[in-house]
């Protein structure tokens, strides 16, 4: 791999380090947020080599899902803390406000790129950009989520999972889940993500479809329209009950490819505007003085700044 794009998906890589860095500032607040974020930041340059970073942030959730689907992710459950603590554990919403604002206003002042497009998740920005903006790059993806496997090629697009602490390629999305990742958002529309409230069909799963639509293995894209009209002439032969669950429920698998399928058919054409605007005219705007004095004030010395901010001056742009 040529020297690629990073492309963070910023409050997914945040929250991994804000739920079990127990690091404390000089202040008294809890910084672990920020200071797992620039350390996992900095292995992450000397790992990888990147020629630019871009950092997005997501934007309040997206109103055309929620118009699509209410529930949409209306029962998330909060986040696990696992750091430790002596003494109370901070409020937790206040201090990851907090926390998250810091790293906005610390990374303003280091070489790279932070991207925000209100009312739009970081997941559709960012599938666009590595689609269209970044078409010619090699990118790679920093993030833990499900909803990438869908771009993964192996090729042109990566993603890292920072809690894997490895690449995912499509080789291990086909050995865990026996689909090719270039179907997996096709049956993950059938199986539902809980994760997201988004039910599925019952008796659908990755195993059982790979087995009963053996289609969907192969190097050929099969679209969920494919998977329906099959399942009706499957349940003219068999008496299996996953065709006839598949055809009794139809909308909803129609329904979670509208939530699920990452493409520009998400964004508003203003939104796309605003995404290759923040891209093809924002610049980084070194400035290790201002870096350092903010993390002065706010008491921070848990890691090597210095460091830090050399690595990700290294950056080719």
């Given at each position: 791999?040529?020297?690629?794009?990073?492309?963070?998906?910023?409050?997914?890589?945040?929250?991994?380090?804000?739920?079990?860095?127990?690091?404390?500032?000089?202040?008294?607040?809890?910084?672990?947020?920020?200071?797992?974020?620039?350390?996992?930041?900095?292995?992450?340059?000397?790992?990888?080599?990147?020629?630019?970073?871009?950092?997005?942030?997501?934007?309040?959730?997206?109103?055309?899902?929620?118009?699509?689907?209410?529930?949409?992710?209306?029962?998330?459950?909060?986040?696990?803390?696992?750091?430790?603590?002596?003494?109370?554990?901070?409020?937790?919403?206040?201090?990851?406000?907090?926390?998250?604002?810091?790293?906005?206003?610390?990374?303003?002042?280091c070489n790279l790129k932070q991207i925000y497009v209100s009312d739009r998740e970081a997941d559709d920005v960012i599938a666009y950009m590595s689609k269209y903006l970044y078409k010619n790059e090699d990118i790679v993806i920093i993030s833990s989520d499900k909803d990438y496997y869908q771009l993964v090629d192996g090729k042109k697009i990566k993603q890292w999972s920072p809690g894997q602490k490895a690449f995912v390629t499509p080789e291990k999305i086909l050995k865990k889940f026996f689909i090719p990742?270039?179907?997996?958002?096709?049956?993950?529309?059938?199986?539902?993500?809980?994760?997201?409230?988004?039910?599925?069909?019952?008796?659908?799963?990755?195993?059982?479809?790979?087995?009963?639509?053996?289609?969907?293995?192969?190097?050929?894209?099969?679209?969920?329209?494919?998977?329906?009209?099959?399942?009706?002439?499957?349940?003219?032969?068999?008496?299996?009950?996953?065709?006839?669950?598949?055809?009794?429920?139809?909308?909803?698998?129609?329904?979670?490819?509208?939530?699920?399928?990452?493409?520009?058919?998400?964004?508003?054409?203003?939104?796309?505007?605003?995404?290759?605007?923040?891209?093809?005219?924002?610049?980084?705007?070194?400035?290790?003085?201002?870096?350092?004095?903010?993390?002065?004030?706010?008491?921070?010395?848990?890691?090597?700044?210095?460091?830090?901010?050399?690595?990700?001056?290294?950056?080719?742009?």
């Amino acid at each position: 791999m040529k020297h690629p794009v990073l492309i963070v998906d910023a409050l997914n890589f945040f929250m991994r380090h804000f739920s079990v860095n127990p690091s404390v500032s000089d202040n008294g607040d809890h910084v672990g947020g920020v200071v797992g974020f620039l350390k996992g930041l900095q292995l992450l340059i000397d790992k990888l080599r990147p020629e630019e970073i871009v950092v997005v942030w997501e934007g309040g959730g997206s109103v055309r899902r929620r118009n699509i689907y209410p529930e949409y992710k209306s029962g998330k459950r909060p986040i696990k803390l696992n750091r430790f603590y002596e003494d109370d554990i901070p409020d937790t919403i206040q201090n990851r406000n907090y926390q998250i604002n810091l790293i906005v206003n610390l990374l303003k002042f280091c070489n790279l790129k932070q991207i925000y497009v209100s009312d739009r998740e970081a997941d559709d920005v960012i599938a666009y950009m590595s689609k269209y903006l970044y078409k010619n790059e090699d990118i790679v993806i920093i993030s833990s989520d499900k909803d990438y496997y869908q771009l993964v090629d192996g090729k042109k697009i990566k993603q890292w999972s920072p809690g894997q602490k490895a690449f995912v390629t499509p080789e291990k999305i086909l050995k865990k889940f026996f689909i090719p990742a270039h179907n997996f958002c096709v049956v993950r529309c059938f199986t539902g993500d809980g994760s997201d409230g988004l039910p599925g069909i019952k008796g659908a799963g990755f195993r059982t479809l790979a087995k009963r639509f053996p289609e969907l293995t192969t190097e050929k894209f099969v679209s969920v329209e494919e998977i329906i009209n099959l399942s009706l002439d499957r349940s003219r032969k068999s008496k299996v009950k996953l065709f006839q669950n598949i055809l009794d429920n139809a909308e909803i698998a129609k329904r979670n490819w509208k939530l699920m399928y990452l493409d520009s058919a998400n964004l508003s054409g203003n939104q796309i505007q605003k995404i290759s605007n923040q891209v093809n005219t924002s610049k980084a705007s070194p400035n290790k003085i201002k870096f350092m004095k903010l993390l002065i004030r706010e008491g921070i010395r848990n890691f090597d700044s210095n460091t830090f901010y050399m690595t990700v001056s290294s950056l080719k742009k």
